[in-house]
Each structure stands twice: as C-alpha cells, then as structure tokens.
C-alpha cells in the first residue's frame, strides 16, 4: 500500500488534535489530562527541533561559504537577501494597513467587551513582562542590534537559540576565514563540517517521523487552553483581519515564485506544506528552521550556497506574517480606544515596524514587544498600553500561529528568488531517513 505523504500525516495529525482537544473541554479533568499526558509529547518534539537548529545553521553555513570558493558571490548573496527582505516586508506592513483601515475592525467592539478583556488580560504577568521588555529595548541604542549581533563568547552564543544572529555572524565569520587561508589548509575542517551537516539533515528525517503524533499533542494543548471562548468569539472581526491580510502575503509570495522562479506556485505549496504545518503547530521560525531548510534544500532544489545563508537569516530578522500584524494591532487598538491615529501616524508605524523586525527579532515574544514598541512610537499614552494589549492578548496565540506560517513561506519565497538569480535554482533531490540503512544494518 502507498504510504501516505508527510503532509498529509501532518494535516490529519492536526485535525484529530483539535476535535480532541475541544472534546477535552467538556470535562472538568480534560484540561489537566492534556497537559500532564498529552502536551509533553509535542514539548518533546519543539526541543529536538530546537536541539538541532544550532548543529544544522553552524554546518549548513559554514558548507554553503565555504563550496563559494569566491567571497564576491557570498557578497552578492547576502545584499541580495536583505533588500529583498526588506522590501516583503514592507509589503507586508502596507497591506495590513490598507486592511485594517478599510475594514475598520477596532469599531465594533463594544465599551463592555473592552471592560471585560482589561479585567481579564491588562493585569496579567504576560502583559506587564512585555511592556518591560520593550521598555529595555527601547532603552537601547539605534544601533544596539548591532552590538548584540556580534558573540563575546561563541560557545555561550550557541547554547542558546536565542542568540541565533550571533551564531550566524560567528558561522559566517569562521567560514570566510576559511575561504581566506584557501582550498587546501581548509580542507580537514570543510570535511567535518560536511559530515556533520550530513548528519544532521538525517537527524531532521528521524525527528520527521514523529511530526504527525507531535502535532496532534500540540494542537490538542492549544485547545484546552484557548482561554475564554466568549472574549474569542468578540474579536473574531480583528483576527479576520489579520488573517485575510497573512492569506493575501501567501498570495503574494505564490506571485513571486511564478514571476521571478518560474515555478508552480501550487508545487511550491505542496512542497513546503510540512513545514507550514509545522510552523503552525510550533509558532516558532526557529524550531521550524531544520525543516524549512531540508524542504527548501531537498524538495525544491535550492542549492545549499544560498539556502543556508538566507534561512537562517530569514528565521531570525525576516519577520512579514508578524509585521503586518503589528500594522493591524496598532491601528485596531487606536480604532477601539478612540485613539487618533492621522495618515503621518500610519507612516510612522510603517517605519518603526520595519526597523522593529530587525531590531527586536531576539527578545523572547517579539511580536508583541513590537507591538509596544510600535504603538509608543505614534504617541499612544502610557496608561492605556495595557489595555491595548489585553485587547489582542486573547486572539495572540492562534494569530501567531498563522503568522509563524507566513513568516516561513517568506524564507522560502527569497531563497529561492536569490537562488534563481545566482544561478542556484536546481532540481529537488530527496533523501529519507533509511536512505543508507541497507549499509549499516
């Protein structure tokens, strides 16, 4: 019998999660059993997604600098990756403006409902710990990203996924040292680096196996503890929004595969759809990054020069699904707080949401840290910040999910569009995870 594709698995996976943990909600255990027995299993998978993504940026990087041979090329690679960064997303934070300012959703909730979500939310720790980190951010420098983006202690940068800027400036750093000291002095440690980049990949196709198992855990524990349903349901308008707004940048994305790639938009989504999925489940581009790039390597052919130069970038500063967000959460807030919010306000948040991506991409809940940021940078007063934020807070975890998706679909679309113009836009070479046990058995 035909084995059933890994999406496929993913996607069944997901939709057995979710009625799951909805028949959960009708018992008073349900809550308690998911977490304690069910919710560990998809914890577990995050963390080995997590265990690898510093091995596999670390190896891939170093390989993908270092089979150049031509600083030039790795110089035309990179200022390619920015600008076309940049300009998706600033794409991305236009159009949520355009949205939100046309679907006006901030003025159908209620004086009540605001009551409510304040009570609910505006106290919470969640709320005051980011109105704290994004007062420190803040407080820092214009150029602090700068400063932080460069390791004092490489090995204390790799033990934590947090720091993944400074593992990728001391990755890059290591490999054009080696290309500097050439070919053949480089080469005992460009073999190492080519078997541990090797072995991670297979590392990637065992994690795989249990995806589909990881995800109905995860899914399942986002159910149960979805909050209350009624606070939901009111701000269904505004997370219309947002989600109307991530479709249209998948959309847009599925434009560039087939006007710069000239490849089908629909093959690109087959062949990326396990990751999105993934990206879903886990909310997180980082625990993500393994896959995206053994998909954007393996499934549709880019080649490793580029992949492992832009993704790992791309997972880090490259932001489009939380950008546009942030358009659409600032002015819905200033719409049902009767804040004004006048056109050099919107310019404004077009700005600071744009420097906000790459500035804040570190700091643990950065959407909503932007966010922050974002409304104090058009004058919004102080003593409403809270309430804003409990406005958003019950609608924050779905809405990152799917914009966790549309943030790595952008990874993928780049990679493949600076890939193209390289030169490094080649066929799909698919691996499985039993490739070479006939070997080893």
């Not at 209620?110 to 009570?119: G, H, N």
């Not at 750093?173 to 990949?201: H, Q, T, Y």
């Not at 886990?282 to 390597?297: D, G």
Request: hydrophobic share 55%; with cysteine; proline share 4%.
């Amino acid at each position: 019998m035909r084995k059933l594709e890994l999406h496929w698995q993913i996607l069944i996976g997901m939709v057995l999660g979710i009625v799951f943990g909805f028949v959960m909600t009708g018992f008073s255990w349900g809550q308690n059993f998911v977490t304690d027995w069910i919710k560990p299993f998809g914890t577990i998978f995050v963390k080995l997604l997590k265990l690898i993504a510093i091995p596999l940026i670390l190896a891939s990087l170093i390989k993908g600098i270092s089979d150049l041979k031509d600083i030039s090329k790795f110089r035309n690679i990179g200022l390619r990756t920015i600008g076309i960064y940049m300009c998706t997303t600033l794409v991305a934070i236009v159009l949520g403006l355009l949205l939100v300012n046309l679907l006006q959703p901030g003025d159908g909730i209620s004086d009540e409902t605001i009551d409510k979500l304040t009570q609910t939310y505006a106290t919470g720790e969640d709320v005051q710990r980011i109105q704290a980190n994004a007062s420190k951010q803040q407080n820092k420098g214009p150029l602090a990203f700068l400063e932080e983006m460069v390791p004092d202690n490489a090995i204390a940068a790799m033990s934590n996924n947090r720091l993944m800027l400074q593992v990728i400036f001391f990755t890059i750093f290591l490999g054009i040292s080696m290309l500097l000291i050439g070919e053949e002095r480089a080469k005992p440690l460009k073999n190492f680096f080519d078997s541990l980049n090797e072995v991670v990949l297979k590392m990637v196709d065992l994690i795989m196996l249990i995806a589909p198992y990881a995800v109905f855990a995860l899914l399942a524990s986002v159910v149960v503890s979805a909050g209350d349903k009624d606070l939901l349901l009111a701000l269904v308008k505004y997370a219309g929004v947002v989600v109307l707004g991530l479709i249209l940048m998948i959309v847009f994305y599925t434009i560039l595969v087939t006007v710069f790639t000239k490849k089908n938009p629909l093959w690109f989504l087959k062949e990326m759809s396990p990751a999105q999925l993934l990206a879903f489940s886990t909310s997180s581009s980082a625990a993500t990054l393994p896959v995206t790039m053994e998909r954007v390597e393996e499934h549709i052919g880019v080649d490793k020069e580029v992949s492992s130069f832009v993704l790992p970038v791309g997972a880090t500063i490259n932001m489009d699904g939380t950008s546009l967000y942030q358009g659409v959460a600032a002015v819905f807030i200033a719409q049902a707080l009767a804040f004004d919010l006048p056109l050099s306000g919107q310019l404004t948040i077009i700005l600071t949401a744009l420097l906000a991506s790459i500035g804040t991409a570190a700091v643990p809940g950065a959407g909503m840290v932007m966010l922050v940021i974002v409304l104090e940078s058009v004058g919004f007063p102080a003593d409403k910040l809270a309430i804003g934020l409990a406005l958003i807070f019950a609608v924050d975890r779905p809405l990152d999910m799917f914009r966790t998706v549309v943030n790595i679909t952008g990874d993928a679309t780049v990679s493949m569009m600076v890939a193209k113009s390289v030169g490094k836009l080649g066929k799909p070479n698919v691996q499985e995870w039993d490739d070479h046990y006939e070997e080893v058995k």
